[in-house]
């Protein structure tokens, strides 16, 4: 059974740092492109950053860039998000997810972790 | 990166269907057969109901259908039930990142 487990989210202030870890199990992570998407409070979805499966190639929306970093470990199938500089905006539930493929549709996603941000 | 068009809100009767629009550009939704659909219920995560434009998951209801036309793509949900009642988004690839619609509220009345 494939599981997308978030954990590191909570409270922060403004300015300061948090990184979120995704466990992946149940399917060969190394073969999967990986999403963060990001869901504000009563607010739609947000798509955040992608990487290959190799970690090659990594993508971040306009919003987070320069502040946000992606990454992952294959021998230890996880996922992170290091974010920096953190903004009032950036209050959110934080989703991991699966890339079924080429197309980008997400297949599998965590339950989220909350990160919010203030003073 | 502008997000996708998608009315906030559509409704429908038990039985009856509903359609539910995402506008793009020729950049997105118009340039790929690459649109997404995702049904998430309150406080769960979001499900993949369609991909490549019209193509369902294992497990989803054939109830389920999408379809595209230029730079709108469409989700169609047939013989509506209590339980689709939910938010919907779609998706788009495009050449450096995932587009998200704003969502549309299904109300079954």
């Known amino acids: 059974e494939v599981q997308l487990v978030e954990s590191g989210g909570g409270l922060v202030q403004p300015g300061g740092s948090l990184r979120l870890s995704c466990a992946a199990s149940?399917?060969?992570?190394?073969?999967?492109?990986m999403n963060w998407v990001r869901q504000a409070p009563g607010k739609g979805l947000e798509w955040v950053s992608y990487?290959?499966?190799?970690?090659?190639?990594?993508y971040y929306a306009d919003s987070v860039k320069g502040r946000f970093t992606i990454s992952r470990d294959n021998a230890k199938n996880s996922l992170y998000l290091q974010m920096n500089s953190l903004r009032a905006e950036d209050t959110a539930v934080y989703y991991c997810?699966?890339?079924?493929?080429?197309?980008?549709?997400?297949?599998?996603w965590g339950q989220g972790t909350l990160v919010t941000v203030s003073s | 990166q502008s997000a996708l068009t998608q009315p906030a809100s559509v409704s429908g009767s038990p039985g009856q269907s509903i359609t539910i629009s995402c506008t793009g550009t020729?950049?997105?939704?118009?340039?790929?057969?690459?649109v997404s659909w995702y049904q998430q219920h309150p406080g769960k995560a979001p499900k993949l109901m369609i991909y490549e434009v019209s193509n369902r998951p294992s497990g989803v209801s054939n109830r389920f259908s999408g379809s595209k036309s230029g730079n709108t793509a469409s989700l169609t949900i047939s013989g509506l039930q209590a339980e689709d009642e939910a938010d919907y988004y779609c998706?788009?690839?495009?050449?450096?990142?995932?587009?998200f619609g704003g969502g549309t509220k299904l109300t079954v009345l």
């Open positions: 149940g399917f060969t992570f190394s073969s999967y492109e």
């Open positions: 997810a699966r890339e079924r493929g080429v197309d980008t549709a997400m297949d599998y």
């Open positions: 020729s950049s997105d939704v118009g340039g790929y057969n690459y």
């Open positions: 990487i290959s499966s190799s970690g090659s190639t990594i």
């Open positions: 998706s788009s690839y495009t050449s450096s990142s995932t587009l």
